[in-house]
């Protein structure tokens, strides 16, 4: 079975540009979560989705956007990059909202110059 | 404000050696506590996960073990093999698997 796949896998922007983000979850999941994971450190929480409906938002400002699709595929929208949004961006998915466990893809290595 | 503090930030141990990573938390909410593993260029992977009413929980060569009066937890890795080399993460939640709050992150290397 495909596990979550996240798309670019790599990806070089310039401050102050846009980037969008793309994740497919696991056959059969609903909910879908964004982290963001800075060299060094554990992931942060960004967002939750379940049945195309913002569950959850973490303390990121609004330049970082989201949204769920009826296929439940999900996009991560990142408007005025800055220096300090270079991570790897992580989503990971899950059957239901609140009582299974998530499962992660290998992100998107978002660099910015 | 870091809601979970995870020490030490590296770990080597040799082969069949007992690595033990501490946690410690504050938010008395949280109510699932997961550790995870991630493998260089891979995303984190569910290792294994204890609620604050359990002290201890093991799974195959992995031991969590819980305090809740210190809010305190910590994994160990029964003899240790070189393929658990890796960065390992504790973790909190409130309420289940979602909306997940790492701490900053174990290297562990595991000599031959």
């Known amino acids: 079975d495909a596990g979550v796949t996240q798309s670019p896998t790599h990806l070089i922007k310039t401050r102050g540009q846009q980037v969008t983000l793309r994740c497919s979850p696991i056959?059969?999941?609903?909910?879908v979560s964004w982290y963001q994971q800075v060299l060094g450190q554990g992931p942060q929480f960004i967002f939750q989705?379940?049945?195309?409906?913002?569950?959850g938002r973490g303390n990121f400002p609004d330049r970082f956007s989201a949204r769920q699709f009826p296929n439940y595929s999900s996009e991560l929208n990142v408007n005025a990059l800055l220096l300090g949004d270079s991570a790897l961006y992580l989503c990971?998915?899950?059957?239901?909202?609140?009582?299974?466990?998530?499962?992660f893809g290998d992100g998107t290595r978002l660099s910015i110059l | 404000q870091q809601q979970v503090k995870q020490s030490p930030q590296s770990l080597i141990v040799q082969k069949g050696g007992i690595p033990i990573i501490n946690c410690a938390y504050e938010n008395t909410a949280f109510d699932y506590f997961p550790w995870y593993q991630q493998f260089p260029g891979k995303g984190p992977a569910l290792l294994i996960a204890i609620r604050p009413d359990v002290s201890e929980k093991k799974e195959g060569r992995f031991t969590i073990s819980f305090n809740k009066s210190a809010k305190q937890f910590s994994l160990h890795i029964m003899d240790s093999q070189p393929g658990d080399s890796a960065t390992y993460f504790c973790?909190?939640?409130?309420?289940?698997?979602?909306?997940?709050?790492f701490g900053i992150g174990t290297k562990l290397q595991v000599i031959p």
């Open positions: 989705y379940y049945e195309k409906e913002e569950r």
């Open positions: 056959s059969g999941h609903k909910s």
């Open positions: 973790a909190a939640s409130i309420g289940g698997y979602q909306k997940v709050t």
């Open positions: 990971a998915s899950s059957t239901t909202g609140f009582n299974q466990p998530q499962h």
